[in-house]
Protein backbone atom coordinates (compact mmCIF):
# COMPACT_ATOMS: atom_id res chain seq x y z
CA UNK A 1 0.00 0.00 0.00
CA UNK A 2 1.44 3.20 -0.56
CA UNK A 3 1.05 6.23 1.56
CA UNK A 4 1.66 9.89 2.69
CA UNK A 5 3.14 11.38 5.94
CA UNK A 6 0.43 14.48 5.83
CA UNK A 7 -0.39 16.86 8.81
CA UNK A 8 -3.41 19.32 10.04
CA UNK A 9 -2.18 22.46 11.08
CA UNK A 10 -2.75 26.33 11.99
CA UNK A 11 -0.35 28.12 10.10
CA UNK A 12 0.18 31.94 11.13
CA UNK A 13 0.17 35.48 9.28
CA UNK A 14 3.81 36.77 9.01
CA UNK A 15 3.82 38.79 11.67
CA UNK A 16 3.40 35.98 14.31
CA UNK A 17 5.04 33.44 12.33
CA UNK A 18 8.72 35.78 12.25
CA UNK A 19 8.61 35.60 15.62
CA UNK A 20 8.33 31.82 16.51
CA UNK A 21 11.07 31.41 13.70
CA UNK A 22 13.19 34.30 15.55
CA UNK A 23 12.64 31.87 19.02
CA UNK A 24 13.71 29.43 17.31
CA UNK A 25 16.57 30.97 16.22
CA UNK A 26 17.00 32.00 19.53
CA UNK A 27 17.31 28.15 20.81
CA UNK A 28 19.43 27.38 17.84
CA UNK A 29 22.09 29.93 19.20
CA UNK A 30 22.17 28.10 22.47
CA UNK A 31 22.06 24.59 21.95
CA UNK A 32 22.28 22.37 18.75
CA UNK A 33 18.34 22.05 17.66
CA UNK A 34 17.19 19.53 14.64
CA UNK A 35 14.06 22.42 14.21
CA UNK A 36 15.28 26.04 12.59
CA UNK A 37 11.74 27.63 11.33
CA UNK A 38 11.85 29.35 9.11
CA UNK A 39 9.53 30.51 5.51
CA UNK A 40 10.72 27.82 2.73
CA UNK A 41 10.53 24.45 4.26
CA UNK A 42 10.22 24.37 7.93
CA UNK A 43 6.98 26.37 8.36
CA UNK A 44 5.80 27.96 12.35
CA UNK A 45 2.73 25.69 13.22
CA UNK A 46 0.61 24.58 15.50
CA UNK A 47 -0.33 20.48 14.60
CA UNK A 48 -4.18 19.32 14.90
CA UNK A 49 -3.47 16.20 13.85
CA UNK A 50 -0.98 14.35 12.04
CA UNK A 51 -0.28 11.05 10.64
CA UNK A 52 -0.03 8.51 7.57
CA UNK A 53 -2.44 7.73 5.61
CA UNK A 54 -2.83 5.59 2.19
CA UNK A 55 -2.38 7.73 -0.56
CA UNK A 56 -5.85 6.62 -2.07
CA UNK A 57 -7.41 8.40 0.35
CA UNK A 58 -6.14 11.84 0.31
CA UNK A 59 -8.91 13.34 -1.48
CA UNK A 60 -11.61 11.84 0.62
CA UNK A 61 -9.71 13.48 3.82
CA UNK A 62 -9.39 17.03 1.49
CA UNK A 63 -13.14 16.54 1.35
CA UNK A 64 -13.56 16.28 5.18
CA UNK A 65 -11.14 18.77 6.10
CA UNK A 66 -13.27 20.97 3.90
CA UNK A 67 -16.62 19.87 5.96
CA UNK A 68 -15.57 20.96 8.88
CA UNK A 69 -13.76 24.12 8.03
CA UNK A 70 -17.21 25.26 7.06
CA UNK A 71 -18.97 24.53 10.36
CA UNK A 72 -16.42 25.93 12.79
CA UNK A 73 -16.63 29.57 13.76
CA UNK A 74 -13.26 32.02 13.70
CA UNK A 75 -11.60 31.50 17.32
CA UNK A 76 -8.79 32.85 19.54
CA UNK A 77 -5.57 31.11 19.80
CA UNK A 78 -3.64 32.15 23.14
CA UNK A 79 -0.09 30.51 23.59
CA UNK A 80 1.23 31.25 27.28
CA UNK A 81 4.08 28.68 28.51
CA UNK A 82 7.15 27.10 27.32
CA UNK A 83 8.29 23.54 27.81
CA UNK A 84 10.80 20.94 27.08
CA UNK A 85 9.10 17.61 26.23
CA UNK A 86 10.40 14.30 26.92
CA UNK A 87 11.09 14.16 23.43
CA UNK A 88 13.59 17.10 23.54
CA UNK A 89 11.12 19.31 21.35
CA UNK A 90 10.92 22.77 22.80
CA UNK A 91 7.19 23.59 23.19
CA UNK A 92 5.64 27.10 22.85
CA UNK A 93 2.37 25.71 24.53
CA UNK A 94 -1.17 26.62 23.64
CA UNK A 95 -4.09 27.42 25.72
CA UNK A 96 -6.28 24.29 25.52
CA UNK A 97 -9.73 26.25 25.26
CA UNK A 98 -12.69 24.73 24.51
CA UNK A 99 -12.62 25.88 20.71
CA UNK A 100 -8.98 24.64 20.15
CA UNK A 101 -10.27 21.03 22.09
CA UNK A 102 -13.27 20.15 20.04
CA UNK A 103 -11.77 20.85 16.66
CA UNK A 104 -9.28 18.34 17.59
CA UNK A 105 -11.39 16.03 18.40
CA UNK A 106 -13.54 16.81 15.48
CA UNK A 107 -10.82 16.18 13.12
CA UNK A 108 -9.70 13.19 14.81
CA UNK A 109 -13.36 11.51 14.86
CA UNK A 110 -13.32 12.32 10.84
CA UNK A 111 -9.63 11.76 9.76
CA UNK A 112 -8.62 9.06 11.69
CA UNK A 113 -10.86 6.04 10.14
CA UNK A 114 -9.49 7.11 6.79
CA UNK A 115 -5.92 5.92 8.06
CA UNK A 116 -7.15 2.31 7.83
CA UNK A 117 -4.95 1.63 11.12
CA UNK A 118 -1.66 2.59 8.76
CA UNK A 119 0.67 4.63 11.42
CA UNK A 120 4.27 5.41 10.83
CA UNK A 121 6.03 2.30 12.75
CA UNK A 122 9.47 4.17 12.72
CA UNK A 123 7.82 6.24 15.33
CA UNK A 124 7.54 3.34 17.68
CA UNK A 125 11.16 3.17 18.62
CA UNK A 126 11.49 7.19 18.88
CA UNK A 127 12.86 8.93 22.15
CA UNK A 128 10.30 9.91 24.83
CA UNK A 129 8.12 7.34 23.39
CA UNK A 130 5.80 5.34 26.43
CA UNK A 131 3.39 2.23 26.35
CA UNK A 132 0.71 4.98 26.19
CA UNK A 133 2.14 6.90 23.36
CA UNK A 134 2.47 4.11 21.82
CA UNK A 135 -0.56 2.57 22.34
CA UNK A 136 -2.26 6.38 21.05
CA UNK A 137 0.19 6.25 17.65
CA UNK A 138 -1.71 2.40 17.03
CA UNK A 139 -4.82 3.70 17.65
CA UNK A 140 -5.10 7.04 15.86
CA UNK A 141 -1.67 7.42 14.08
CA UNK A 142 -0.39 10.34 16.67
CA UNK A 143 1.21 10.17 19.62
CA UNK A 144 -0.58 12.04 22.07
CA UNK A 145 -4.32 13.01 20.97
CA UNK A 146 -7.93 13.90 22.53
CA UNK A 147 -7.13 13.48 26.31
CA UNK A 148 -3.64 13.52 26.14
CA UNK A 149 -3.29 16.19 23.19
CA UNK A 150 -1.18 19.23 23.47
CA UNK A 151 -1.24 21.84 21.46
CA UNK A 152 1.57 23.98 20.54
CA UNK A 153 4.20 25.30 18.45
CA UNK A 154 7.79 23.79 18.01
CA UNK A 155 10.51 25.91 18.23
CA UNK A 156 13.48 24.02 18.69
CA UNK A 157 14.54 20.16 19.12
CA UNK A 158 17.57 18.86 21.09
CA UNK A 159 19.51 16.11 21.13
CA UNK A 160 20.11 15.40 24.97
CA UNK A 161 17.53 16.35 27.29
CA UNK A 162 20.62 17.61 29.54
CA UNK A 163 20.40 21.05 27.24
CA UNK A 164 16.82 21.54 27.83
CA UNK A 165 17.03 24.47 30.57
CA UNK A 166 19.75 25.96 28.17
CA UNK A 167 17.17 25.63 25.52
CA UNK A 168 14.25 27.54 27.80
CA UNK A 169 16.81 30.29 29.20
CA UNK A 170 16.75 31.28 25.33
CA UNK A 171 13.35 32.19 25.53
CA UNK A 172 11.45 35.03 27.27
CA UNK A 173 10.42 34.18 31.01
CA UNK A 174 7.37 35.29 29.95
CA UNK A 175 5.39 33.90 26.87
CA UNK A 176 2.15 36.03 25.61
CA UNK A 177 0.96 35.10 21.99
CA UNK A 178 -2.64 35.34 20.69
CA UNK A 179 -4.00 35.43 17.24
CA UNK A 180 -7.42 34.82 15.66
CA UNK A 181 -7.61 31.40 13.83
CA UNK A 182 -9.39 31.59 10.48
CA UNK A 183 -8.59 28.54 8.60
CA UNK A 184 -6.72 24.84 8.97
CA UNK A 185 -4.39 23.62 6.47
CA UNK A 186 -3.08 20.78 4.69
CA UNK A 187 0.56 20.47 4.90
CA UNK A 188 3.13 18.21 3.83
CA UNK A 189 5.26 16.55 7.07
CA UNK A 190 8.92 17.29 6.87
CA UNK A 191 11.53 15.80 9.54
CA UNK A 192 10.76 15.72 13.48
CA UNK A 193 7.16 16.36 12.42
CA UNK A 194 8.10 19.42 10.83
CA UNK A 195 5.76 21.36 7.95
CA UNK A 196 7.36 21.71 4.78
CA UNK A 197 5.04 23.01 2.37
CA UNK A 198 1.46 23.83 2.99
CA UNK A 199 -1.06 22.40 0.09
CA UNK A 200 -4.18 23.10 1.02
CA UNK A 201 -5.97 26.00 3.21
CA UNK A 202 -9.61 25.54 4.41
CA UNK A 203 -11.22 28.54 5.02
CA UNK A 204 -13.88 28.51 8.63
CA UNK A 205 -17.57 29.93 8.35
CA UNK A 206 -17.96 33.59 8.57
Excluded at 36 to 53: C, G
Excluded at 58 to 80: C, W
Excluded at 187 to 195: K, Y
Aim: proline share 3%; with cysteine.
Amino acid sequence: MNTIDRNIVITFEDDLANQFIRLSQAVGGKVTSKINLNHKNEIPHLTLYMSTYPTKNIELIINKLAEIAKSTKPFKLKLKSKSCHPTGTIFINAVLSDELYQLHKELVEAINPLREGVYNKKDLSFSGMTEKTRRSLKEYGMWEVKNSYIPHVSVGRITDLKDCETALSALPEKINYETLVESIALVETGHDGTCKKTLMKFKFKI
